[in-house]
C-alpha cells in the first residue's frame, strides 16, 4: 500500500504499540531550553534517574535571555528569576551532559528552531523533540517534530521515547506562484485563516505542491512552524534538492561516505503516488495576497486589501462573542481598512521568521527608507548568532540601523516578552511572530502578525500598508 | 500521579472558545523552576483587575468580581466547563500544573489543543470531550441551577447529570490506565528497556549518522 511521509517516519521509530494504539517512539534528537526543562531535570534527579543517550541533547537559552546589554553577562539580567532559569540550565547541562550546549552568549546561541537546522542538528527522518509548540519547524527537512509538555520532556530524557498516538494525516497542497511581496507567512496566515485554528487538530500535515517546492528551507520553516497554530501536531516537507543543499557541509551534518549514504536514504522521505490522506487542502497561492491579523487568535487574518470584520458576519454565536471580545481587547472598529491602522511598534523576529532570507526580505523593503516618526520602537532580533553575523556581512544591520531600527543580540525577545522587550498596555505591533494571543507580547499589548517584508512596509508607512507598492 | 476514579464535584462553566494557554498561565510565571504553586495565577489577566508578577501575596490582589472563578457561587469547582479548543497554543506544562493546584481535576470541552489534552493525563487531570450539543445542554443546566454539579466516572466513561443522563465519553484505554492507577509514564516505558536499547543498536548500525558525536 503506498505510505504517505508521516507513515514512514511514524514506523521507522516505532518501538511498539499497546492494544489502544499508543505507541512507544524512539527519539533521535532532544532540543532543550531553559524554561521548560527545569522541571524534567529535577523530576529525574528525584527518581535517580539518568539521561538515556544523552549524546541525543542539543541545548540553548533563548526565552529569557536579553538582546542587549550582553557585554554584562548574566550578572547583567535584572530579573532574578530569568537569570535562575539560565544558571539552571547550566548547571543541569554541566551535570548530565549535551552532545552541544549554546549557552548564553555563546557565538552560535540563539532560538532553539533557529540553531537546530542550522547547525544540521536537525536532519532528514529524524523524530525531533522539543519542550516547546513550535517544535513543528523541523518539519520542513521531512522529520517528525513534536512540541512537548515538561513531563514529556523527562520522559525522553529517561527513555529516549515518546509516548504517542497516531494522529491522522492532512494534505495540504499549495500550488501555483507566490505573488510578488507575499511570503511562506502570508502562506501560512491565508491557511488558518481558511480552516482555523482548530482546523489541524488531531492531524499531522504535509505540505506539498508547486509553491511548497519552490520554497527555500527558511520559507518550508516558516510553514511548519505555524502548523501548530492550526492546531496540527505536526508539520512536514518532502525532502528535495533544496533540503539537500541547504544541510550540505553543516557542522552536524554527515560527511564523506556518510554523507552519500545518509542521501539515498533521506531522498526515500515523501509520500508514495497515491497515498492516502484524511483530509486534504488545497491552496492557490496566486489567489493569497499580503496578510494581516486582526485578532487575538492567527485565524483572525485578512488580506492587507480587507477591513476589520464586525461581528455580525459571522454566524456561529459563539465566534461572534469571540470577535466582539477580541475587537474590543485591539481597539478595533469594524470596517476599518486594515491600512488605517496605526502601529506603535515593530518586532522582526521569532523563530517564525527571524532566519537570513526573513531579514533580507525586510531589509529590502527598507533600504533607502525612514521608520516612521510615529513609530516607538522598531525592533530587529536575529535568530542566532550565525544569521546575526551572516546579516552584518551582507550589510543589513547598516541598512535597518540607518532606516531607524534597533539592531538586537538572539532569542526569543518579543515574541513572547519573557525578556525586557515588550508591548506596554494598549500599545499596537507589527510582529513577524506566531502568536497574536492577549498579552502574549506584553500585559494588554495588541500583536498584529504579518510577514517580514510587510512588518516591514508598516514600520515606514507607521500602518499596515501593502508592501507591492513599496517593492 | 494522583489517581482518577471518580469524581462528584461542583461545576464552574466558562463560556469562551479558544483559551490559550498564555490565557491560562500568563508567561511572567515561567520563570519558576519548580512545578507547584501556579493556582494562585490560573486566568491571570481576566482573574485580576491589576498585572500581576510573580512572587505577589495574592490578598495584596485586586481580583475582577466578574471573572467565572471569582463568583462566590463557583468556588470549591473541581470541573471546568468550556468550549471549543481550550488550552490551544504553547507547549506549556504550567498550564495544567496551574489548573490542577487551583483545585481543578476534570475539564469538559467539545475540543483541546493537542499538546495541551496531552500535558493533562500526565498530571492528573481529566479532559473530556463531548458533543456540541451535549456541551450547549450542560451550559444551558449550569446556568439555571445554582450549585450545579457533576458526577464523572472515568471506569465507565461517563458524566452523570444530577437528572440522572448519562453522557459517555472517549479516552485511550493506556491514557484510562494510567490515570485510574496513577502510574507514571517512565516507570511503564522502562518495563521495555531491553527492546528500546535493541531498537537503537540496530538504528546505529543503518543510520550511523543520527548519532554523530562530531561538533
Ligand atoms: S521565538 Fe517565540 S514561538 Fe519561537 S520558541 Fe521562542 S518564544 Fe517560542
New interface residues.
Given amino acids: 500500500m503506498p505510505k504517505t511521509l508521516y507513515d514512514k517516519l511514524w514506523e521507522d521509530h516505532l518501538?511498539?504499540q499497546?492494544?489502544?494504539?499508543?505507541a512507544?517512539l524512539?527519539i533521535?534528537r532532544h532540543l532543550v531550553h531553559e524554561?521548560?526543562s527545569?522541571?524534567a531535570f529535577?523530576g529525574l534527579k528525584l527518581?535517580a534517574?539518568r539521561p538515556?543517550?544523552v549524546?541525543s541533547i542539543v541545548a540553548t537559552a533563548d526565552h529569557?535571555t536579553p538582546t542587549k546589554g550582553w557585554e554584562r553577562g548574566i550578572e547583567g539580567i535584572a530579573?532574578e528569576?530569568?537569570r535562575?532559569?539560565l544558571q539552571?540550565l547550566d548547571a543541569n547541562i554541566r551535570e548530565y551532559g549535551a552532545?552541544?550546549y549554546f549557552p548564553f552568549r555563546d557565538p552560535r546561541q540563539g532560538i532553539v528552531h533557529v540553531i537546530g537546522p542550522e547547525?544540521g542538528a536537525t536532519?532528514p527522518?529524524?523524530t525531533v523533540v522539543c519542550?516547546?509548540?513550535h517544535?513543528s519547524t523541523h518539519g520542513a527537512f521531512a522529520c517528525l517534530a513534536h512540541?512537548?509538555?515538561?513531563?514529556?520532556v523527562?520522559?525522553v530524557l529517561?527513555?529516549?521515547?515518546l509516548?504517542q498516538?497516531k494522529s491522522k494525516s492532512m494534505s495540504v497542497e499549495i500550488n501555483g506562484r507566490l505573488g510578488r511581496g507575499v511570503s511562506a507567512k502570508d502562506l501560512a496566515l491565508a491557511l488558518i485563516g481558511k480552516i482555523g485554528?482548530?482546523g489541524g487538530?488531531?492531524f499531522a500535515v504535509e505540505f506539498s505542491g508547486s509553491a511548497v517546492r519552490g520554497l527555500s528551507m527558511e520559507g518550508r520553516m516558516t510553514l511548519c512552524n505555524m502548523a501548530i497554530e492550526a492546531?496540527?501536531?505536526a508539520g512536514m516537507v518532502a525532502v528535495d534538492d533544496t533540503t539537500i543543499d541547504y544541510l550540505k557541509g553543516r557542522?552536524?551534518?554527515?560527511q564523506g561516505s556518510?554523507?552519500d549514504?545518509?542521501v539515498t536514504?533521506w531522498r526515500k522521505l515523501k509520500s508514495d503516488p497515491g497515498a492516502c490522506f484524511d483530509a486534504v487542502v488545497v491552496l492557490d497561492a496566486g489567489q493569497i495576497g499580503p496578510q494581516v491579523t486582526w485578532g487575538t487568535?492567527p485565524e483572525m487574518v485578512t488580506g492587507i486589501e480587507g477591513a476589520v470584520p464586525a461581528p455580525e458576519d459571522f454566524a456561529d454565536p459563539?465566534?461572534a462573542?469571540?470577535v466582539v471580545?477580541a475587537l474590543q481587547y485591539m481597539g478595533l472598529t469594524p470596517r476599518t481598512p486594515m491600512t488605517a491602522i496605526n502601529i506603535d511598534k515593530v518586532f522582526i523576529g521569532s523563530c517564525t521568521n527571524s532566519r537570513i532570507e526573513d531579514l533580507r526580505a525586510a531589509a529590502a523593503v527598507v533600504r533607502g527608507r525612514r521608520v516612521a516618526a510615529s513609530v516607538k520602537l522598531a525592533l530587529v532580533v536575529p535568530g542566532s548568532g550565525p544569521v546575526k553575523r551572516q546579516a552584518e556581512a551582507e550589510g543589513l544591520d547598516k541598512i535597518f540601523l540607518a532606516a531607524g531600527f534597533e539592531w538586537r543580540e538572539p532569542g526569543c525577545s518579543m515574541c513572547?516578552?519573557?525578556n525586557d522587550d515588550r508591548l506596554e498596555p494598549g500599545e499596537r505591533c507589527a510582529s513577524t511572530s506566531n502568536?497574536n494571543?492577549?498579552?502574549?507580547q506584553g500585559?494588554g499589548g495588541r500583536t498584529h502578525l504579518v510577514s517580514p517584508q510587510m512588518a516591514a512596509a508598516a514600520a515606514i508607512a507607521g500602518h499596515f500598508a501593502d508592501v507591492r507598492v513599496l517593492l | 500521579m494522583r489517581k482518577f476514579t471518580q469524581l462528584d464535584a461542583l461545576v464552574a462553566p466558562f463560556?469562551?472558545?479558544?483559551v490559550?494557554t498564555?490565557?491560562i498561565i500568563?508567561?511572567?510565571f515561567?520563570?519558576?523552576?519548580?512545578?507547584s504553586g501556579f493556582g494562585q495565577n490560573l486566568f491571570d489577566?481576566w482573574r485580576y483587575l491589576d498585572?500581576g508578577e510573580?512572587g505577589q501575596d495574592p490578598a495584596s490582589r485586586l481580583p475582577n468580581p466578574d471573572f467565572v472563578l471569582n463568583q462566590p457561587r463557583y468556588r470549591g469547582a473541581a470541573i471546568l466547563l468550556t468550549?471549543?479548543?481550550f488550552g490551544?497554543?504553547?507547549?506549556?506544562?504550567?498550564a495544567?500544573w496551574a489548573l490542577e493546584d487551583f483545585g481543578l481535576r476534570a475539564l469538559i470541552g467539545t475540543?483541546f489543543?493537542?499538546?495541551f489534552y496531552?500535558?493533562c493525563f500526565?498530571?492528573g487531570l481529566l479532559p473530556i470531550r463531548l458533543p456540541k450539543v451535549e456541551v450547549d445542554g450542560l451550559f444551558d443546566q449550569a446556568a439555571h441551577a445554582p450549585g450545579y454539579r457533576l458526577r464523572i466516572n472515568l471506569e465507565t466513561q461517563t458524566v452523570i447529570r444530577p437528572d440522572g443522563k448519562a453522557l459517555s465519553f472517549e479516552v485511550?484505554?493506556?491514557?484510562k490506565f494510567c490515570l485510574l492507577n496513577g502510574y507514571d509514564?517512565?516507570g511503564l516505558?522502562?518495563r521495555?528497556?531491553d527492546?528500546?536499547r535493541e531498537?537503537?543498536a540496530i538504528?546505529r548500525i543503518e543510520?550511523?549518522?543520527?548519532?554523530?558525536?562530531?561538533?
Fill in positions: 518501538i511498539r499497546e492494544e489502544d494504539g499508543t512507544l524512539y533521535d524554561v521548560t527545569p522541571q529535577e527518581a534517574r538515556w543517550r549524546g529569557n530579573d528569576t530569568s535562575l532559569q539552571t552532545l552541544a547547525q536532519l527522518g529524524m519542550g516547546d509548540s517544535t512540541g512537548i509538555g515538561t513531563s514529556e523527562e520522559h529517561a527513555t529516549q521515547c509516548l498516538k485554528t482548530a487538530t488531531g492546531g496540527a501536531r557542522p552536524l551534518a554527515p556518510q554523507w549514504r545518509a536514504v487568535s459563539v465566534t462573542e469571540g471580545r513572547l516578552a519573557m502568536r494571543f492577549e498579552g502574549r500585559n | 463560556d469562551r472558545a479558544n490559550d498564555d490565557a500568563p508567561k511572567q515561567l520563570k519558576s523552576i519548580k512545578r489577566e498585572h510573580p468550549r471549543d479548543n490551544c497554543g504553547s507547549s506549556r506544562e504550567h495544567p475540543s489543543g493537542d499538546i496531552n500535558n500526565k498530571n485511550d484505554a493506556f491514557r509514564d517512565i516505558t522502562l521495555h528497556a527492546k528500546i531498537f537503537e538504528r543510520q550511523p549518522w543520527l548519532f554523530s558525536e562530531n561538533l
